[in-house]
């Protein structure tokens, strides 16, 4: 897959590129409602003989305007997008940065310089796409500002359990804790990506040492809590409970850590660049009067997981 990366005004030749059949949204999380819009796309594209292309942003604008410093928080970080848009089988991926002056563009000027100039014949989009300055443009004017030059196709809403399917509804369900009900949105396990790092090693000093994760600062994680996972070391995957959370029964220090208790597990990892599968919420984070009270509950936690990993 080759990968774009586009500054407003860009300065490609639509005379030097391929025709494309091309993707337009931002698709955080590449759920299935996404891979419809996409996968669309790739399908038309292998039907027309042209290179199939996905459009996304960076940042949302929403971080990049925002009057208040935050960190952006995504189900996919740019990179893991990435992932997502190879997996798929995309021929190129333009990933536009959002600044002062592609924000400020008409819609007609979006069309004319990111689809026509860039030798798109047709669009596929989600129902409710819109672009251009303040989101003006939407698919019902998309067909008026490109002339012609290009056919489009819009996907409409999926639904299940009669709830639309949403980034919105997933980014609710981390919010609550309510993994297990993610797969039926994304197609797939929610996974977050980070790398091991030395910790306080607290853990092995009461029979539970722990994987401690930096975590992408971008990524959104559940709510804090413990869970059943299972986290892939070196290309192998192993069950476990992870933290998400402080740690208050050693600590009144209020940092958010991700540790992860892996099952039967001896190997010397730091450094090791780790991914993290969300499957169940056992409990919240609390404080336990006692150490000896802490590790009879971590026992009975890693119990509730090796039973549940047992029936999958």
Not at 169 to 192: C, F, M, N, P
Not at 300 to 308: F, I, R
Request: a negative charge; proline letters at 3%.
């Amino acid at each position: 897959m080759k990968i774009i990366r586009l500054v407003h005004p860009h300065s490609l030749n639509k005379a030097e590129l391929e025709p494309t059949v091309i993707a337009l949204g931002f698709f955080d999380g590449v759920h299935l409602g996404h891979q419809e819009v996409i996968g669309t796309a790739k399908k038309k594209a292998d039907e027309l003989g042209y290179q199939s292309a996905v459009m996304t942003l960076d940042p949302h604008p929403s971080v990049a305007f925002s009057k208040r410093k935050k960190d952006a928080k995504y189900i996919t970080p740019i990179q893991k997008k990435i992932k997502c848009m190879e997996a798929l089988g995309i021929d190129v991926l333009y990933i536009v940065e959002v600044n002062e002056n592609f924000a400020a563009l008409q819609p007609q000027d979006f069309v004319h310089q990111y689809l026509v100039g860039l030798h798109v014949k047709h669009v596929v989009t989600g129902f409710d796409y819109s672009y251009g300055k303040s989101r003006q443009g939407t698919t019902k004017t998309l067909l008026l500002h490109g002339k012609g030059e290009f056919a489009l196709t819009t996907i409409g809403e999926m639904t299940r359990d009669g709830e639309k399917i949403s980034s919105s509804k997933i980014r609710e369900l981390l919010a609550t804790g309510k993994v297990d009900e993610i797969e039926g949105i994304l197609g797939r396990v929610y996974t977050v990506e980070g790398v091991v790092i030395h910790g306080d090693e607290r853990g092995r000093t009461i029979g539970f040492p722990t994987a401690n994760i930096d975590v992408d600062k971008e990524q959104l994680l559940p709510i804090c809590g413990v869970y059943g996972v299972r986290i892939k070391v070196k290309g192998t995957w192993y069950e476990g409970i992870c933290n998400v959370g402080d740690n208050p029964t050693f600590t009144d220090e209020k940092q958010l850590k991700v540790e992860v208790y892996i099952f039967d597990f001896q190997q010397f990892i730091y450094g090791e660049h780790v991914e993290i599968e969300w499957h169940f919420f056992i409990r919240e984070v609390k404080k336990f009067e006692s150490v000896e009270q802490l590790i009879e509950q971590l026992t009975l936690n890693s119990e509730t997981a090796k039973q549940y990993f047992a029936k999958v």
